[in-house]
């Protein structure tokens, strides 16, 4: 008997719920495997300019005034020399000058041909219907190769950019690396330099031509969502690795 207003459930089987919540935790690794497709369906850009992009400049404590004019130690210019980067924090100006021409061009032919012939002038009776009435024979050979290729690439870079001198090397060379950003609309532009500078290099107005720098790295690249459309989806991206042709 069941009390007043009570109603009867039918008895689940545990196979049942076994199989609800098996089909529920599979439902929730696909929404969670979705997720984690879509963070991943942009490529992160790898950088090219590792360095640190600023620097700050080493304090210096200014010497005790002596009453001369030349004192030791002080933290003034020098009279009679420019203003040219010597110390962690100094800026310098890069002209960035890129200009890269390469073409490559290749070719290859090659013939060779061949033939053979074998008359049977004496052939027995017996054998005439065997070879027939033409008692000769004849093999031509023949092959020939034919190829091309070529390759071309220009690429172009100009502007300017401040950097920082990150570091003075014990030769006097300057390591120097710099970063400029730009903001346009819904989107960013990123323009970073690292490189050597020989301070002999640099030119009277604090500029030195990219050309000049050793190991120079230049980067740029944009965020936004013009960039993101131009980059190729995690789903296509995954079959073109799987792919085998």
């Known amino acids: 008997m069941f009390p007043p207003g009570a109603r009867w459930k039918p008895p689940v089987a545990p196979a049942f719920e076994e199989t609800a919540r098996r089909r529920g935790m599979t439902a929730v690794a696909m929404l969670i495997a979705a997720l984690a497709a879509t963070g991943c369906a942009f490529v992160p850009h790898e950088a090219v300019v590792r360095l640190p992009t600023s620097a700050r400049a080493e304090p210096r404590t200014a010497a005790p005034p002596s009453g001369s004019i030349y004192a030791q130690g002080s933290v003034g210019s020098p009279l009679f020399e420019d203003r ?51 008692q000769n024979a004849k093999i031509d ?63 009277g107005d604090n500029a030195v031509l990219s050309t000049q720098v050793a190991d120079a790295r230049i980067e740029y690249y944009a965020k936004g969502y013009i960039d993101e459309a131009q980059q190729m989806g995690w789903l296509q991206r995954f079959f073109l690795n799987v792919s085998p042709f």
Do not use: H, W
């Not at 390469?102 to 052939?123: E, M, T, W, Y």
């Open 84 to 134: 040219r980067p010597r110390r962690v924090g100094d800026l310098l100006t890069i002209v960035i000058s890129e200009k890269v021409n390469a073409s490559k061009n290749s070719g290859a032919n090659a013939q060779r041909g061949g033939d053979a012939s074998l008359s049977f002038d004496a052939v027995p009776k017996a054998l005439r219907g065997l070879f027939g009435a033409a």
């Open 141 to 203: 050979g023949s092959n020939s190769l034919k190829a091309s290729g070529g390759a071309s690439a220009a690429n172009t870079f100009n502007g300017t950019l401040t950097v920082t001198v990150l570091e003075v090397l014990s030769n006097g060379n300057l390591v120097v690396s710099g970063e400029k950003q730009l903001g346009i609309n819904q989107g960013a532009e990123f323009i970073r330099f690292s490189g050597v500078v020989d301070p002999r290099a640099v030119t």
